[in-house]
């Protein structure tokens, strides 16, 4: 090698270090000193970090031949957006996004022309079709970009079971609220697909998980219990009677005693989920069949006949002095028509008549200790461990007292607050032959993997003895068919078993119980021996009539005969 | 190290056009292979977007017959259908399960209405 091919040598190594320096150089740059700027244009890539793509898993409705409707599922369009600083011609563009889209013009003018803006939206849930086209007017600063969105198919069927979701208020990722969406949001939610508008971008988004693997988290779809049928129905009884009695709430509960599952369940003020904006207050998506608490009346009766008949403080044949109105511990409690029935009046009475003084008879022959297992182990002591969410713990605590007067109230159901769902939980105990359910919405969990969980909660008990339920039950049955007006409920052909209440609304201003308004309740089980369903109906503060007998005998009597029919339930008698 | 770049340095003296055509070879294979490249990327990223739309396009029929499904669901009531003349069935009679007759055979046995 000679001189020059030496230099020329040494030239090639020197220009190859140099190209090495610079290369590490602009790397340095790049990512050490402009890294920050770099990953900030990318971001600029994305509108803005939003839950404007998510995914989540369906709620399905189950009808009685195993159909499963969507009650809750995601559904996919477009966003239409615009860059207000690449808008040349707001007039114009104005002119041909009306032809596809309803647009104020004034609004969107305002938003077209405001100076520094790099994003607004235009129109939200646009249809593919309609999307296509606004991308094909090619118009500069538009642009559409997938949206997804929570849709009830239902509308207002089923809202405060199925609940809402909304925002995270620290994140933009969507949780639910209310309802199944609350309670069951674990399940639901399903990784992100990524806040990115862009195609292209969107491609490299889920690179990471690709890789190295998602998260552990496992998601699915929630198959409930709710027939829609027998759901649309029982909010259409519920309309009725509300437009009748003009309550403040009316609330009802189509349960299979059996199970605890839960076929229809509604109450009214109702929402539509689809459309938010139209509450006016956020109180209405609680559910008070299960978050709130009342005083439910005389269909507490039947639970405390089966406890005094179970512990043997009397038996069917039993009769008492009924004397209109007696004292316990310096409180008067009368019969609603303060009317004595006299000296041997039967137990059957009890419930015919609904005669508070016999009710706290015998509540009181059973002593406070007794009394308070049995209403226990009612359930009504506990939350009933329904699969929805912030489920209120009952009222009873004065029970735990021992007083005399607190379980002479307690026995027809004043003085103790219970939830509508554990009411009808508690009553369902003397349909099922004396077993606790756990009232569940949700029948099972269909995970994205392909198992499937079944929610099948276990029963506890038995609480009675099926001489005790069969006392009860035979009581009850006379309670339909002999004390409620001919022609009104009784079925020639099906044994039903049933019982109203009227409860006074306690005062919360002045203390006490209101002198005019009344919590009305009714619940019915059919047919009475093997009952298929039972149907509970609460209304509170219904105007223009004092017992729940003239006001829910109706909704109950049409709910039974849907039913009936619905399931072709066969006669039992 | 300068003894061995400088062999090098022969070695690719002589062998210089034939480094030269291979060296080209692999840039237009690799030009080619990334034109392949970005034009599969693209036609698929087109396809999803197709596809998407499509999704889009089902997804919302789909959420429409279930709101129909729904809503014809509810409408079906003891009112709607007695409106086209149709009443509740009635039960003629009940035979109960312990005391079938010989007369009724099988059908006792079943303890439904007639």
Partial sequence: MNSKQRFRTRLMLACVIAAGCVLAAKLYDTDIINGGAYAARAAAQYSKPSSALFDRGTIF???????????????????????????????????????????????????????????????HKVDASTSAAIQGLDLTGIRTAPETWRSYPGGTLAAHILGVIGEDGTSTAVSGRYGLEKYYDSVLSKPGVGPSIDAFASLFSGIKDSVFGGSAQRS????????????????????????????????????????????AMASHPTFDPNDLSSVKSNAVLSDPL?????????????????????????????????????????RKICNYDLRARGPATPM??????????????????????????????????????????????????????????????????????????????????????GYVVTPHVVKEIDYDDGSVVKVDPPRAGPVLSPKTVEEVKN???????KAFRPGTIARTHYSQGAKTGTAQIADPVHGGYYADRYLHSFFGFFPAYSPRFLVFFYQVYPKGAEYASETLTAAYNDMAGFLINYYDIPPDR | MTKTI??????????????????????????????YDVYSVVSKTVALEKVSRQTTAVSGAISALDGSYIALLGSVTPDALGAYG?????????????????????????????
């Avoid at chain 1, 690449?86 to 647009?103: E, F, K, M, R, W």
């Avoid at chain 1, 009581?475 to 068919?481: C, F, I, N, Q, Y």
């Fill in chain 2, 6 to 35: 400088a062999r090098t340095y022969d070695t690719a003296f002589e062998n210089r056009s034939r480094i030269t055509a291979i060296l080209l070879s692999a840039c237009l294979f690799m030009a080619l292979f990334y034109a």
């Fill in chain 1, 290 to 330: 299960v978050e709130s608490v009342y005083e439910m009346g005389s269909i507490m009766k039947p639970l405390t006949m089966a406890a005094a008949l179970d512990s043997g403080a009397v038996g069917p044949d039993s009769t008492y002095d009924d004397t209109g109105c007696m004292t316990v511990s310096g």
């Fill in chain 1, 475 to 481: 009581m009850l049955v006379t309670v339909v068919d």
């Fill in chain 1, 61 to 123: 409705f189950t009808s009685k031949d195993g159909t499963e409707t969507a009650a809750a599922a995601v559904e996919n369009g477009y966003l239409v957006y615009m860059n207000p600083m690449q808008v040349t011609d707001p007039q114009g563009d104005y002119q041909a996004l009306s032809t596809l889209l309803p647009l104020d013009k004034a609004s969107f003018i305002a938003h077209a022309t405001k100076p520094g803006d790099p994003y607004e939206e235009i129109a």
């Fill in chain 1, 348 to 433: 059957q009475q009890i419930l015919s008549q609904s005669l508070n003084v016999g009710a706290a008879t015998i509540a009181l022959k059973m002593g406070a200790d007794e009394y308070r297992k049995y209403f226990y182990s009612y359930g009504l002591g506990e939350k009933s461990g329904i699969d929805l969410p912030d489920e209120a713990a009952p009222l009873s605590g004065n029970l735990t007292i021992g007083a005399d007067v607190d379980i002479a109230t307690a026995s027809f159901g004043q003085g103790v607050a219970v939830t509508p769902v554990g009411m009808a939980r508690a009553l369902s105990v003397i349909a099922n032959g």
């Fill in chain 2, 86 to 114: 149709l009443e509740a069935g009635q039960v003629a009679a009940y035979i109960p399960l312990s005391a079938p007759t010989a007369s009724l055979g099988g059908l006792a046995s079943a303890g439904h209405e007639l």
């Fill in chain 1, 220 to 263: 699915g779809d929630v198959v409930t219990t709710i027939d829609p049928a027998v759901q649309a129905y029982l909010e259409q009884v519920l309309s009725q009677t509300e437009s009748t009695w003009h309550p403040d709430q009316i609330g009802g509960i189509v349960i299979d005693p059996n199970t605890g599952a839960i076929v």
